[in-house]
């Protein structure tokens, strides 16, 4: 695969990830500054960054890449809800990250430590 098609195919799951797969309940739930009665936040935001972890990780085949992708999205999902960065930036964000992971996944030395 080259690197537009793994571009392609993380920016889909990122989508999937963050819109359907997320759902309303995650989207509320995850949020420490609002939440819901008898659902820690912070384990709807790991559950929520564990999807996007899962994607990047078997997108890439790398299971460091998905580790970084779970805290990236993690600390970032949690600088949206206090009000730190805005919607447009949180996704400003993921969207590098991806291409961040897909230039890691490219580079020959990567290939064995990955």
């Given at each position: 695969m080259n690197g537009w098609e793994i571009m392609g195919l993380l920016i889909v799951g990122h989508a999937l990830a963050d819109y359907p797969l997320q759902g309303d309940f995650l989207a509320k739930a995850k949020n420490h500054t609002a939440p819901l009665p008898g659902m820690p936040w912070y384990q709807a935001l790991l559950m929520h960054s564990i999807i996007h972890a899962g994607f990047v990780g078997v997108i890439t085949q790398s299971?460091?890449?998905?580790?970084?992708?779970?805290?990236?999205?993690?600390?970032?999902?949690?600088?949206?809800?206090?009000?730190k960065i805005?919607?447009?930036q949180d996704q400003a964000i993921h969207i590098i990250c991806k291409a961040v992971w897909v230039v890691v996944v490219l580079q020959p030395w990567a290939r064995g430590f990955l």
């Open positions: 299971l460091w890449l998905g580790l970084a992708e779970l805290v990236i999205h993690a600390a970032t999902d949690y600088a949206k809800c206090a009000g805005s919607f447009n």
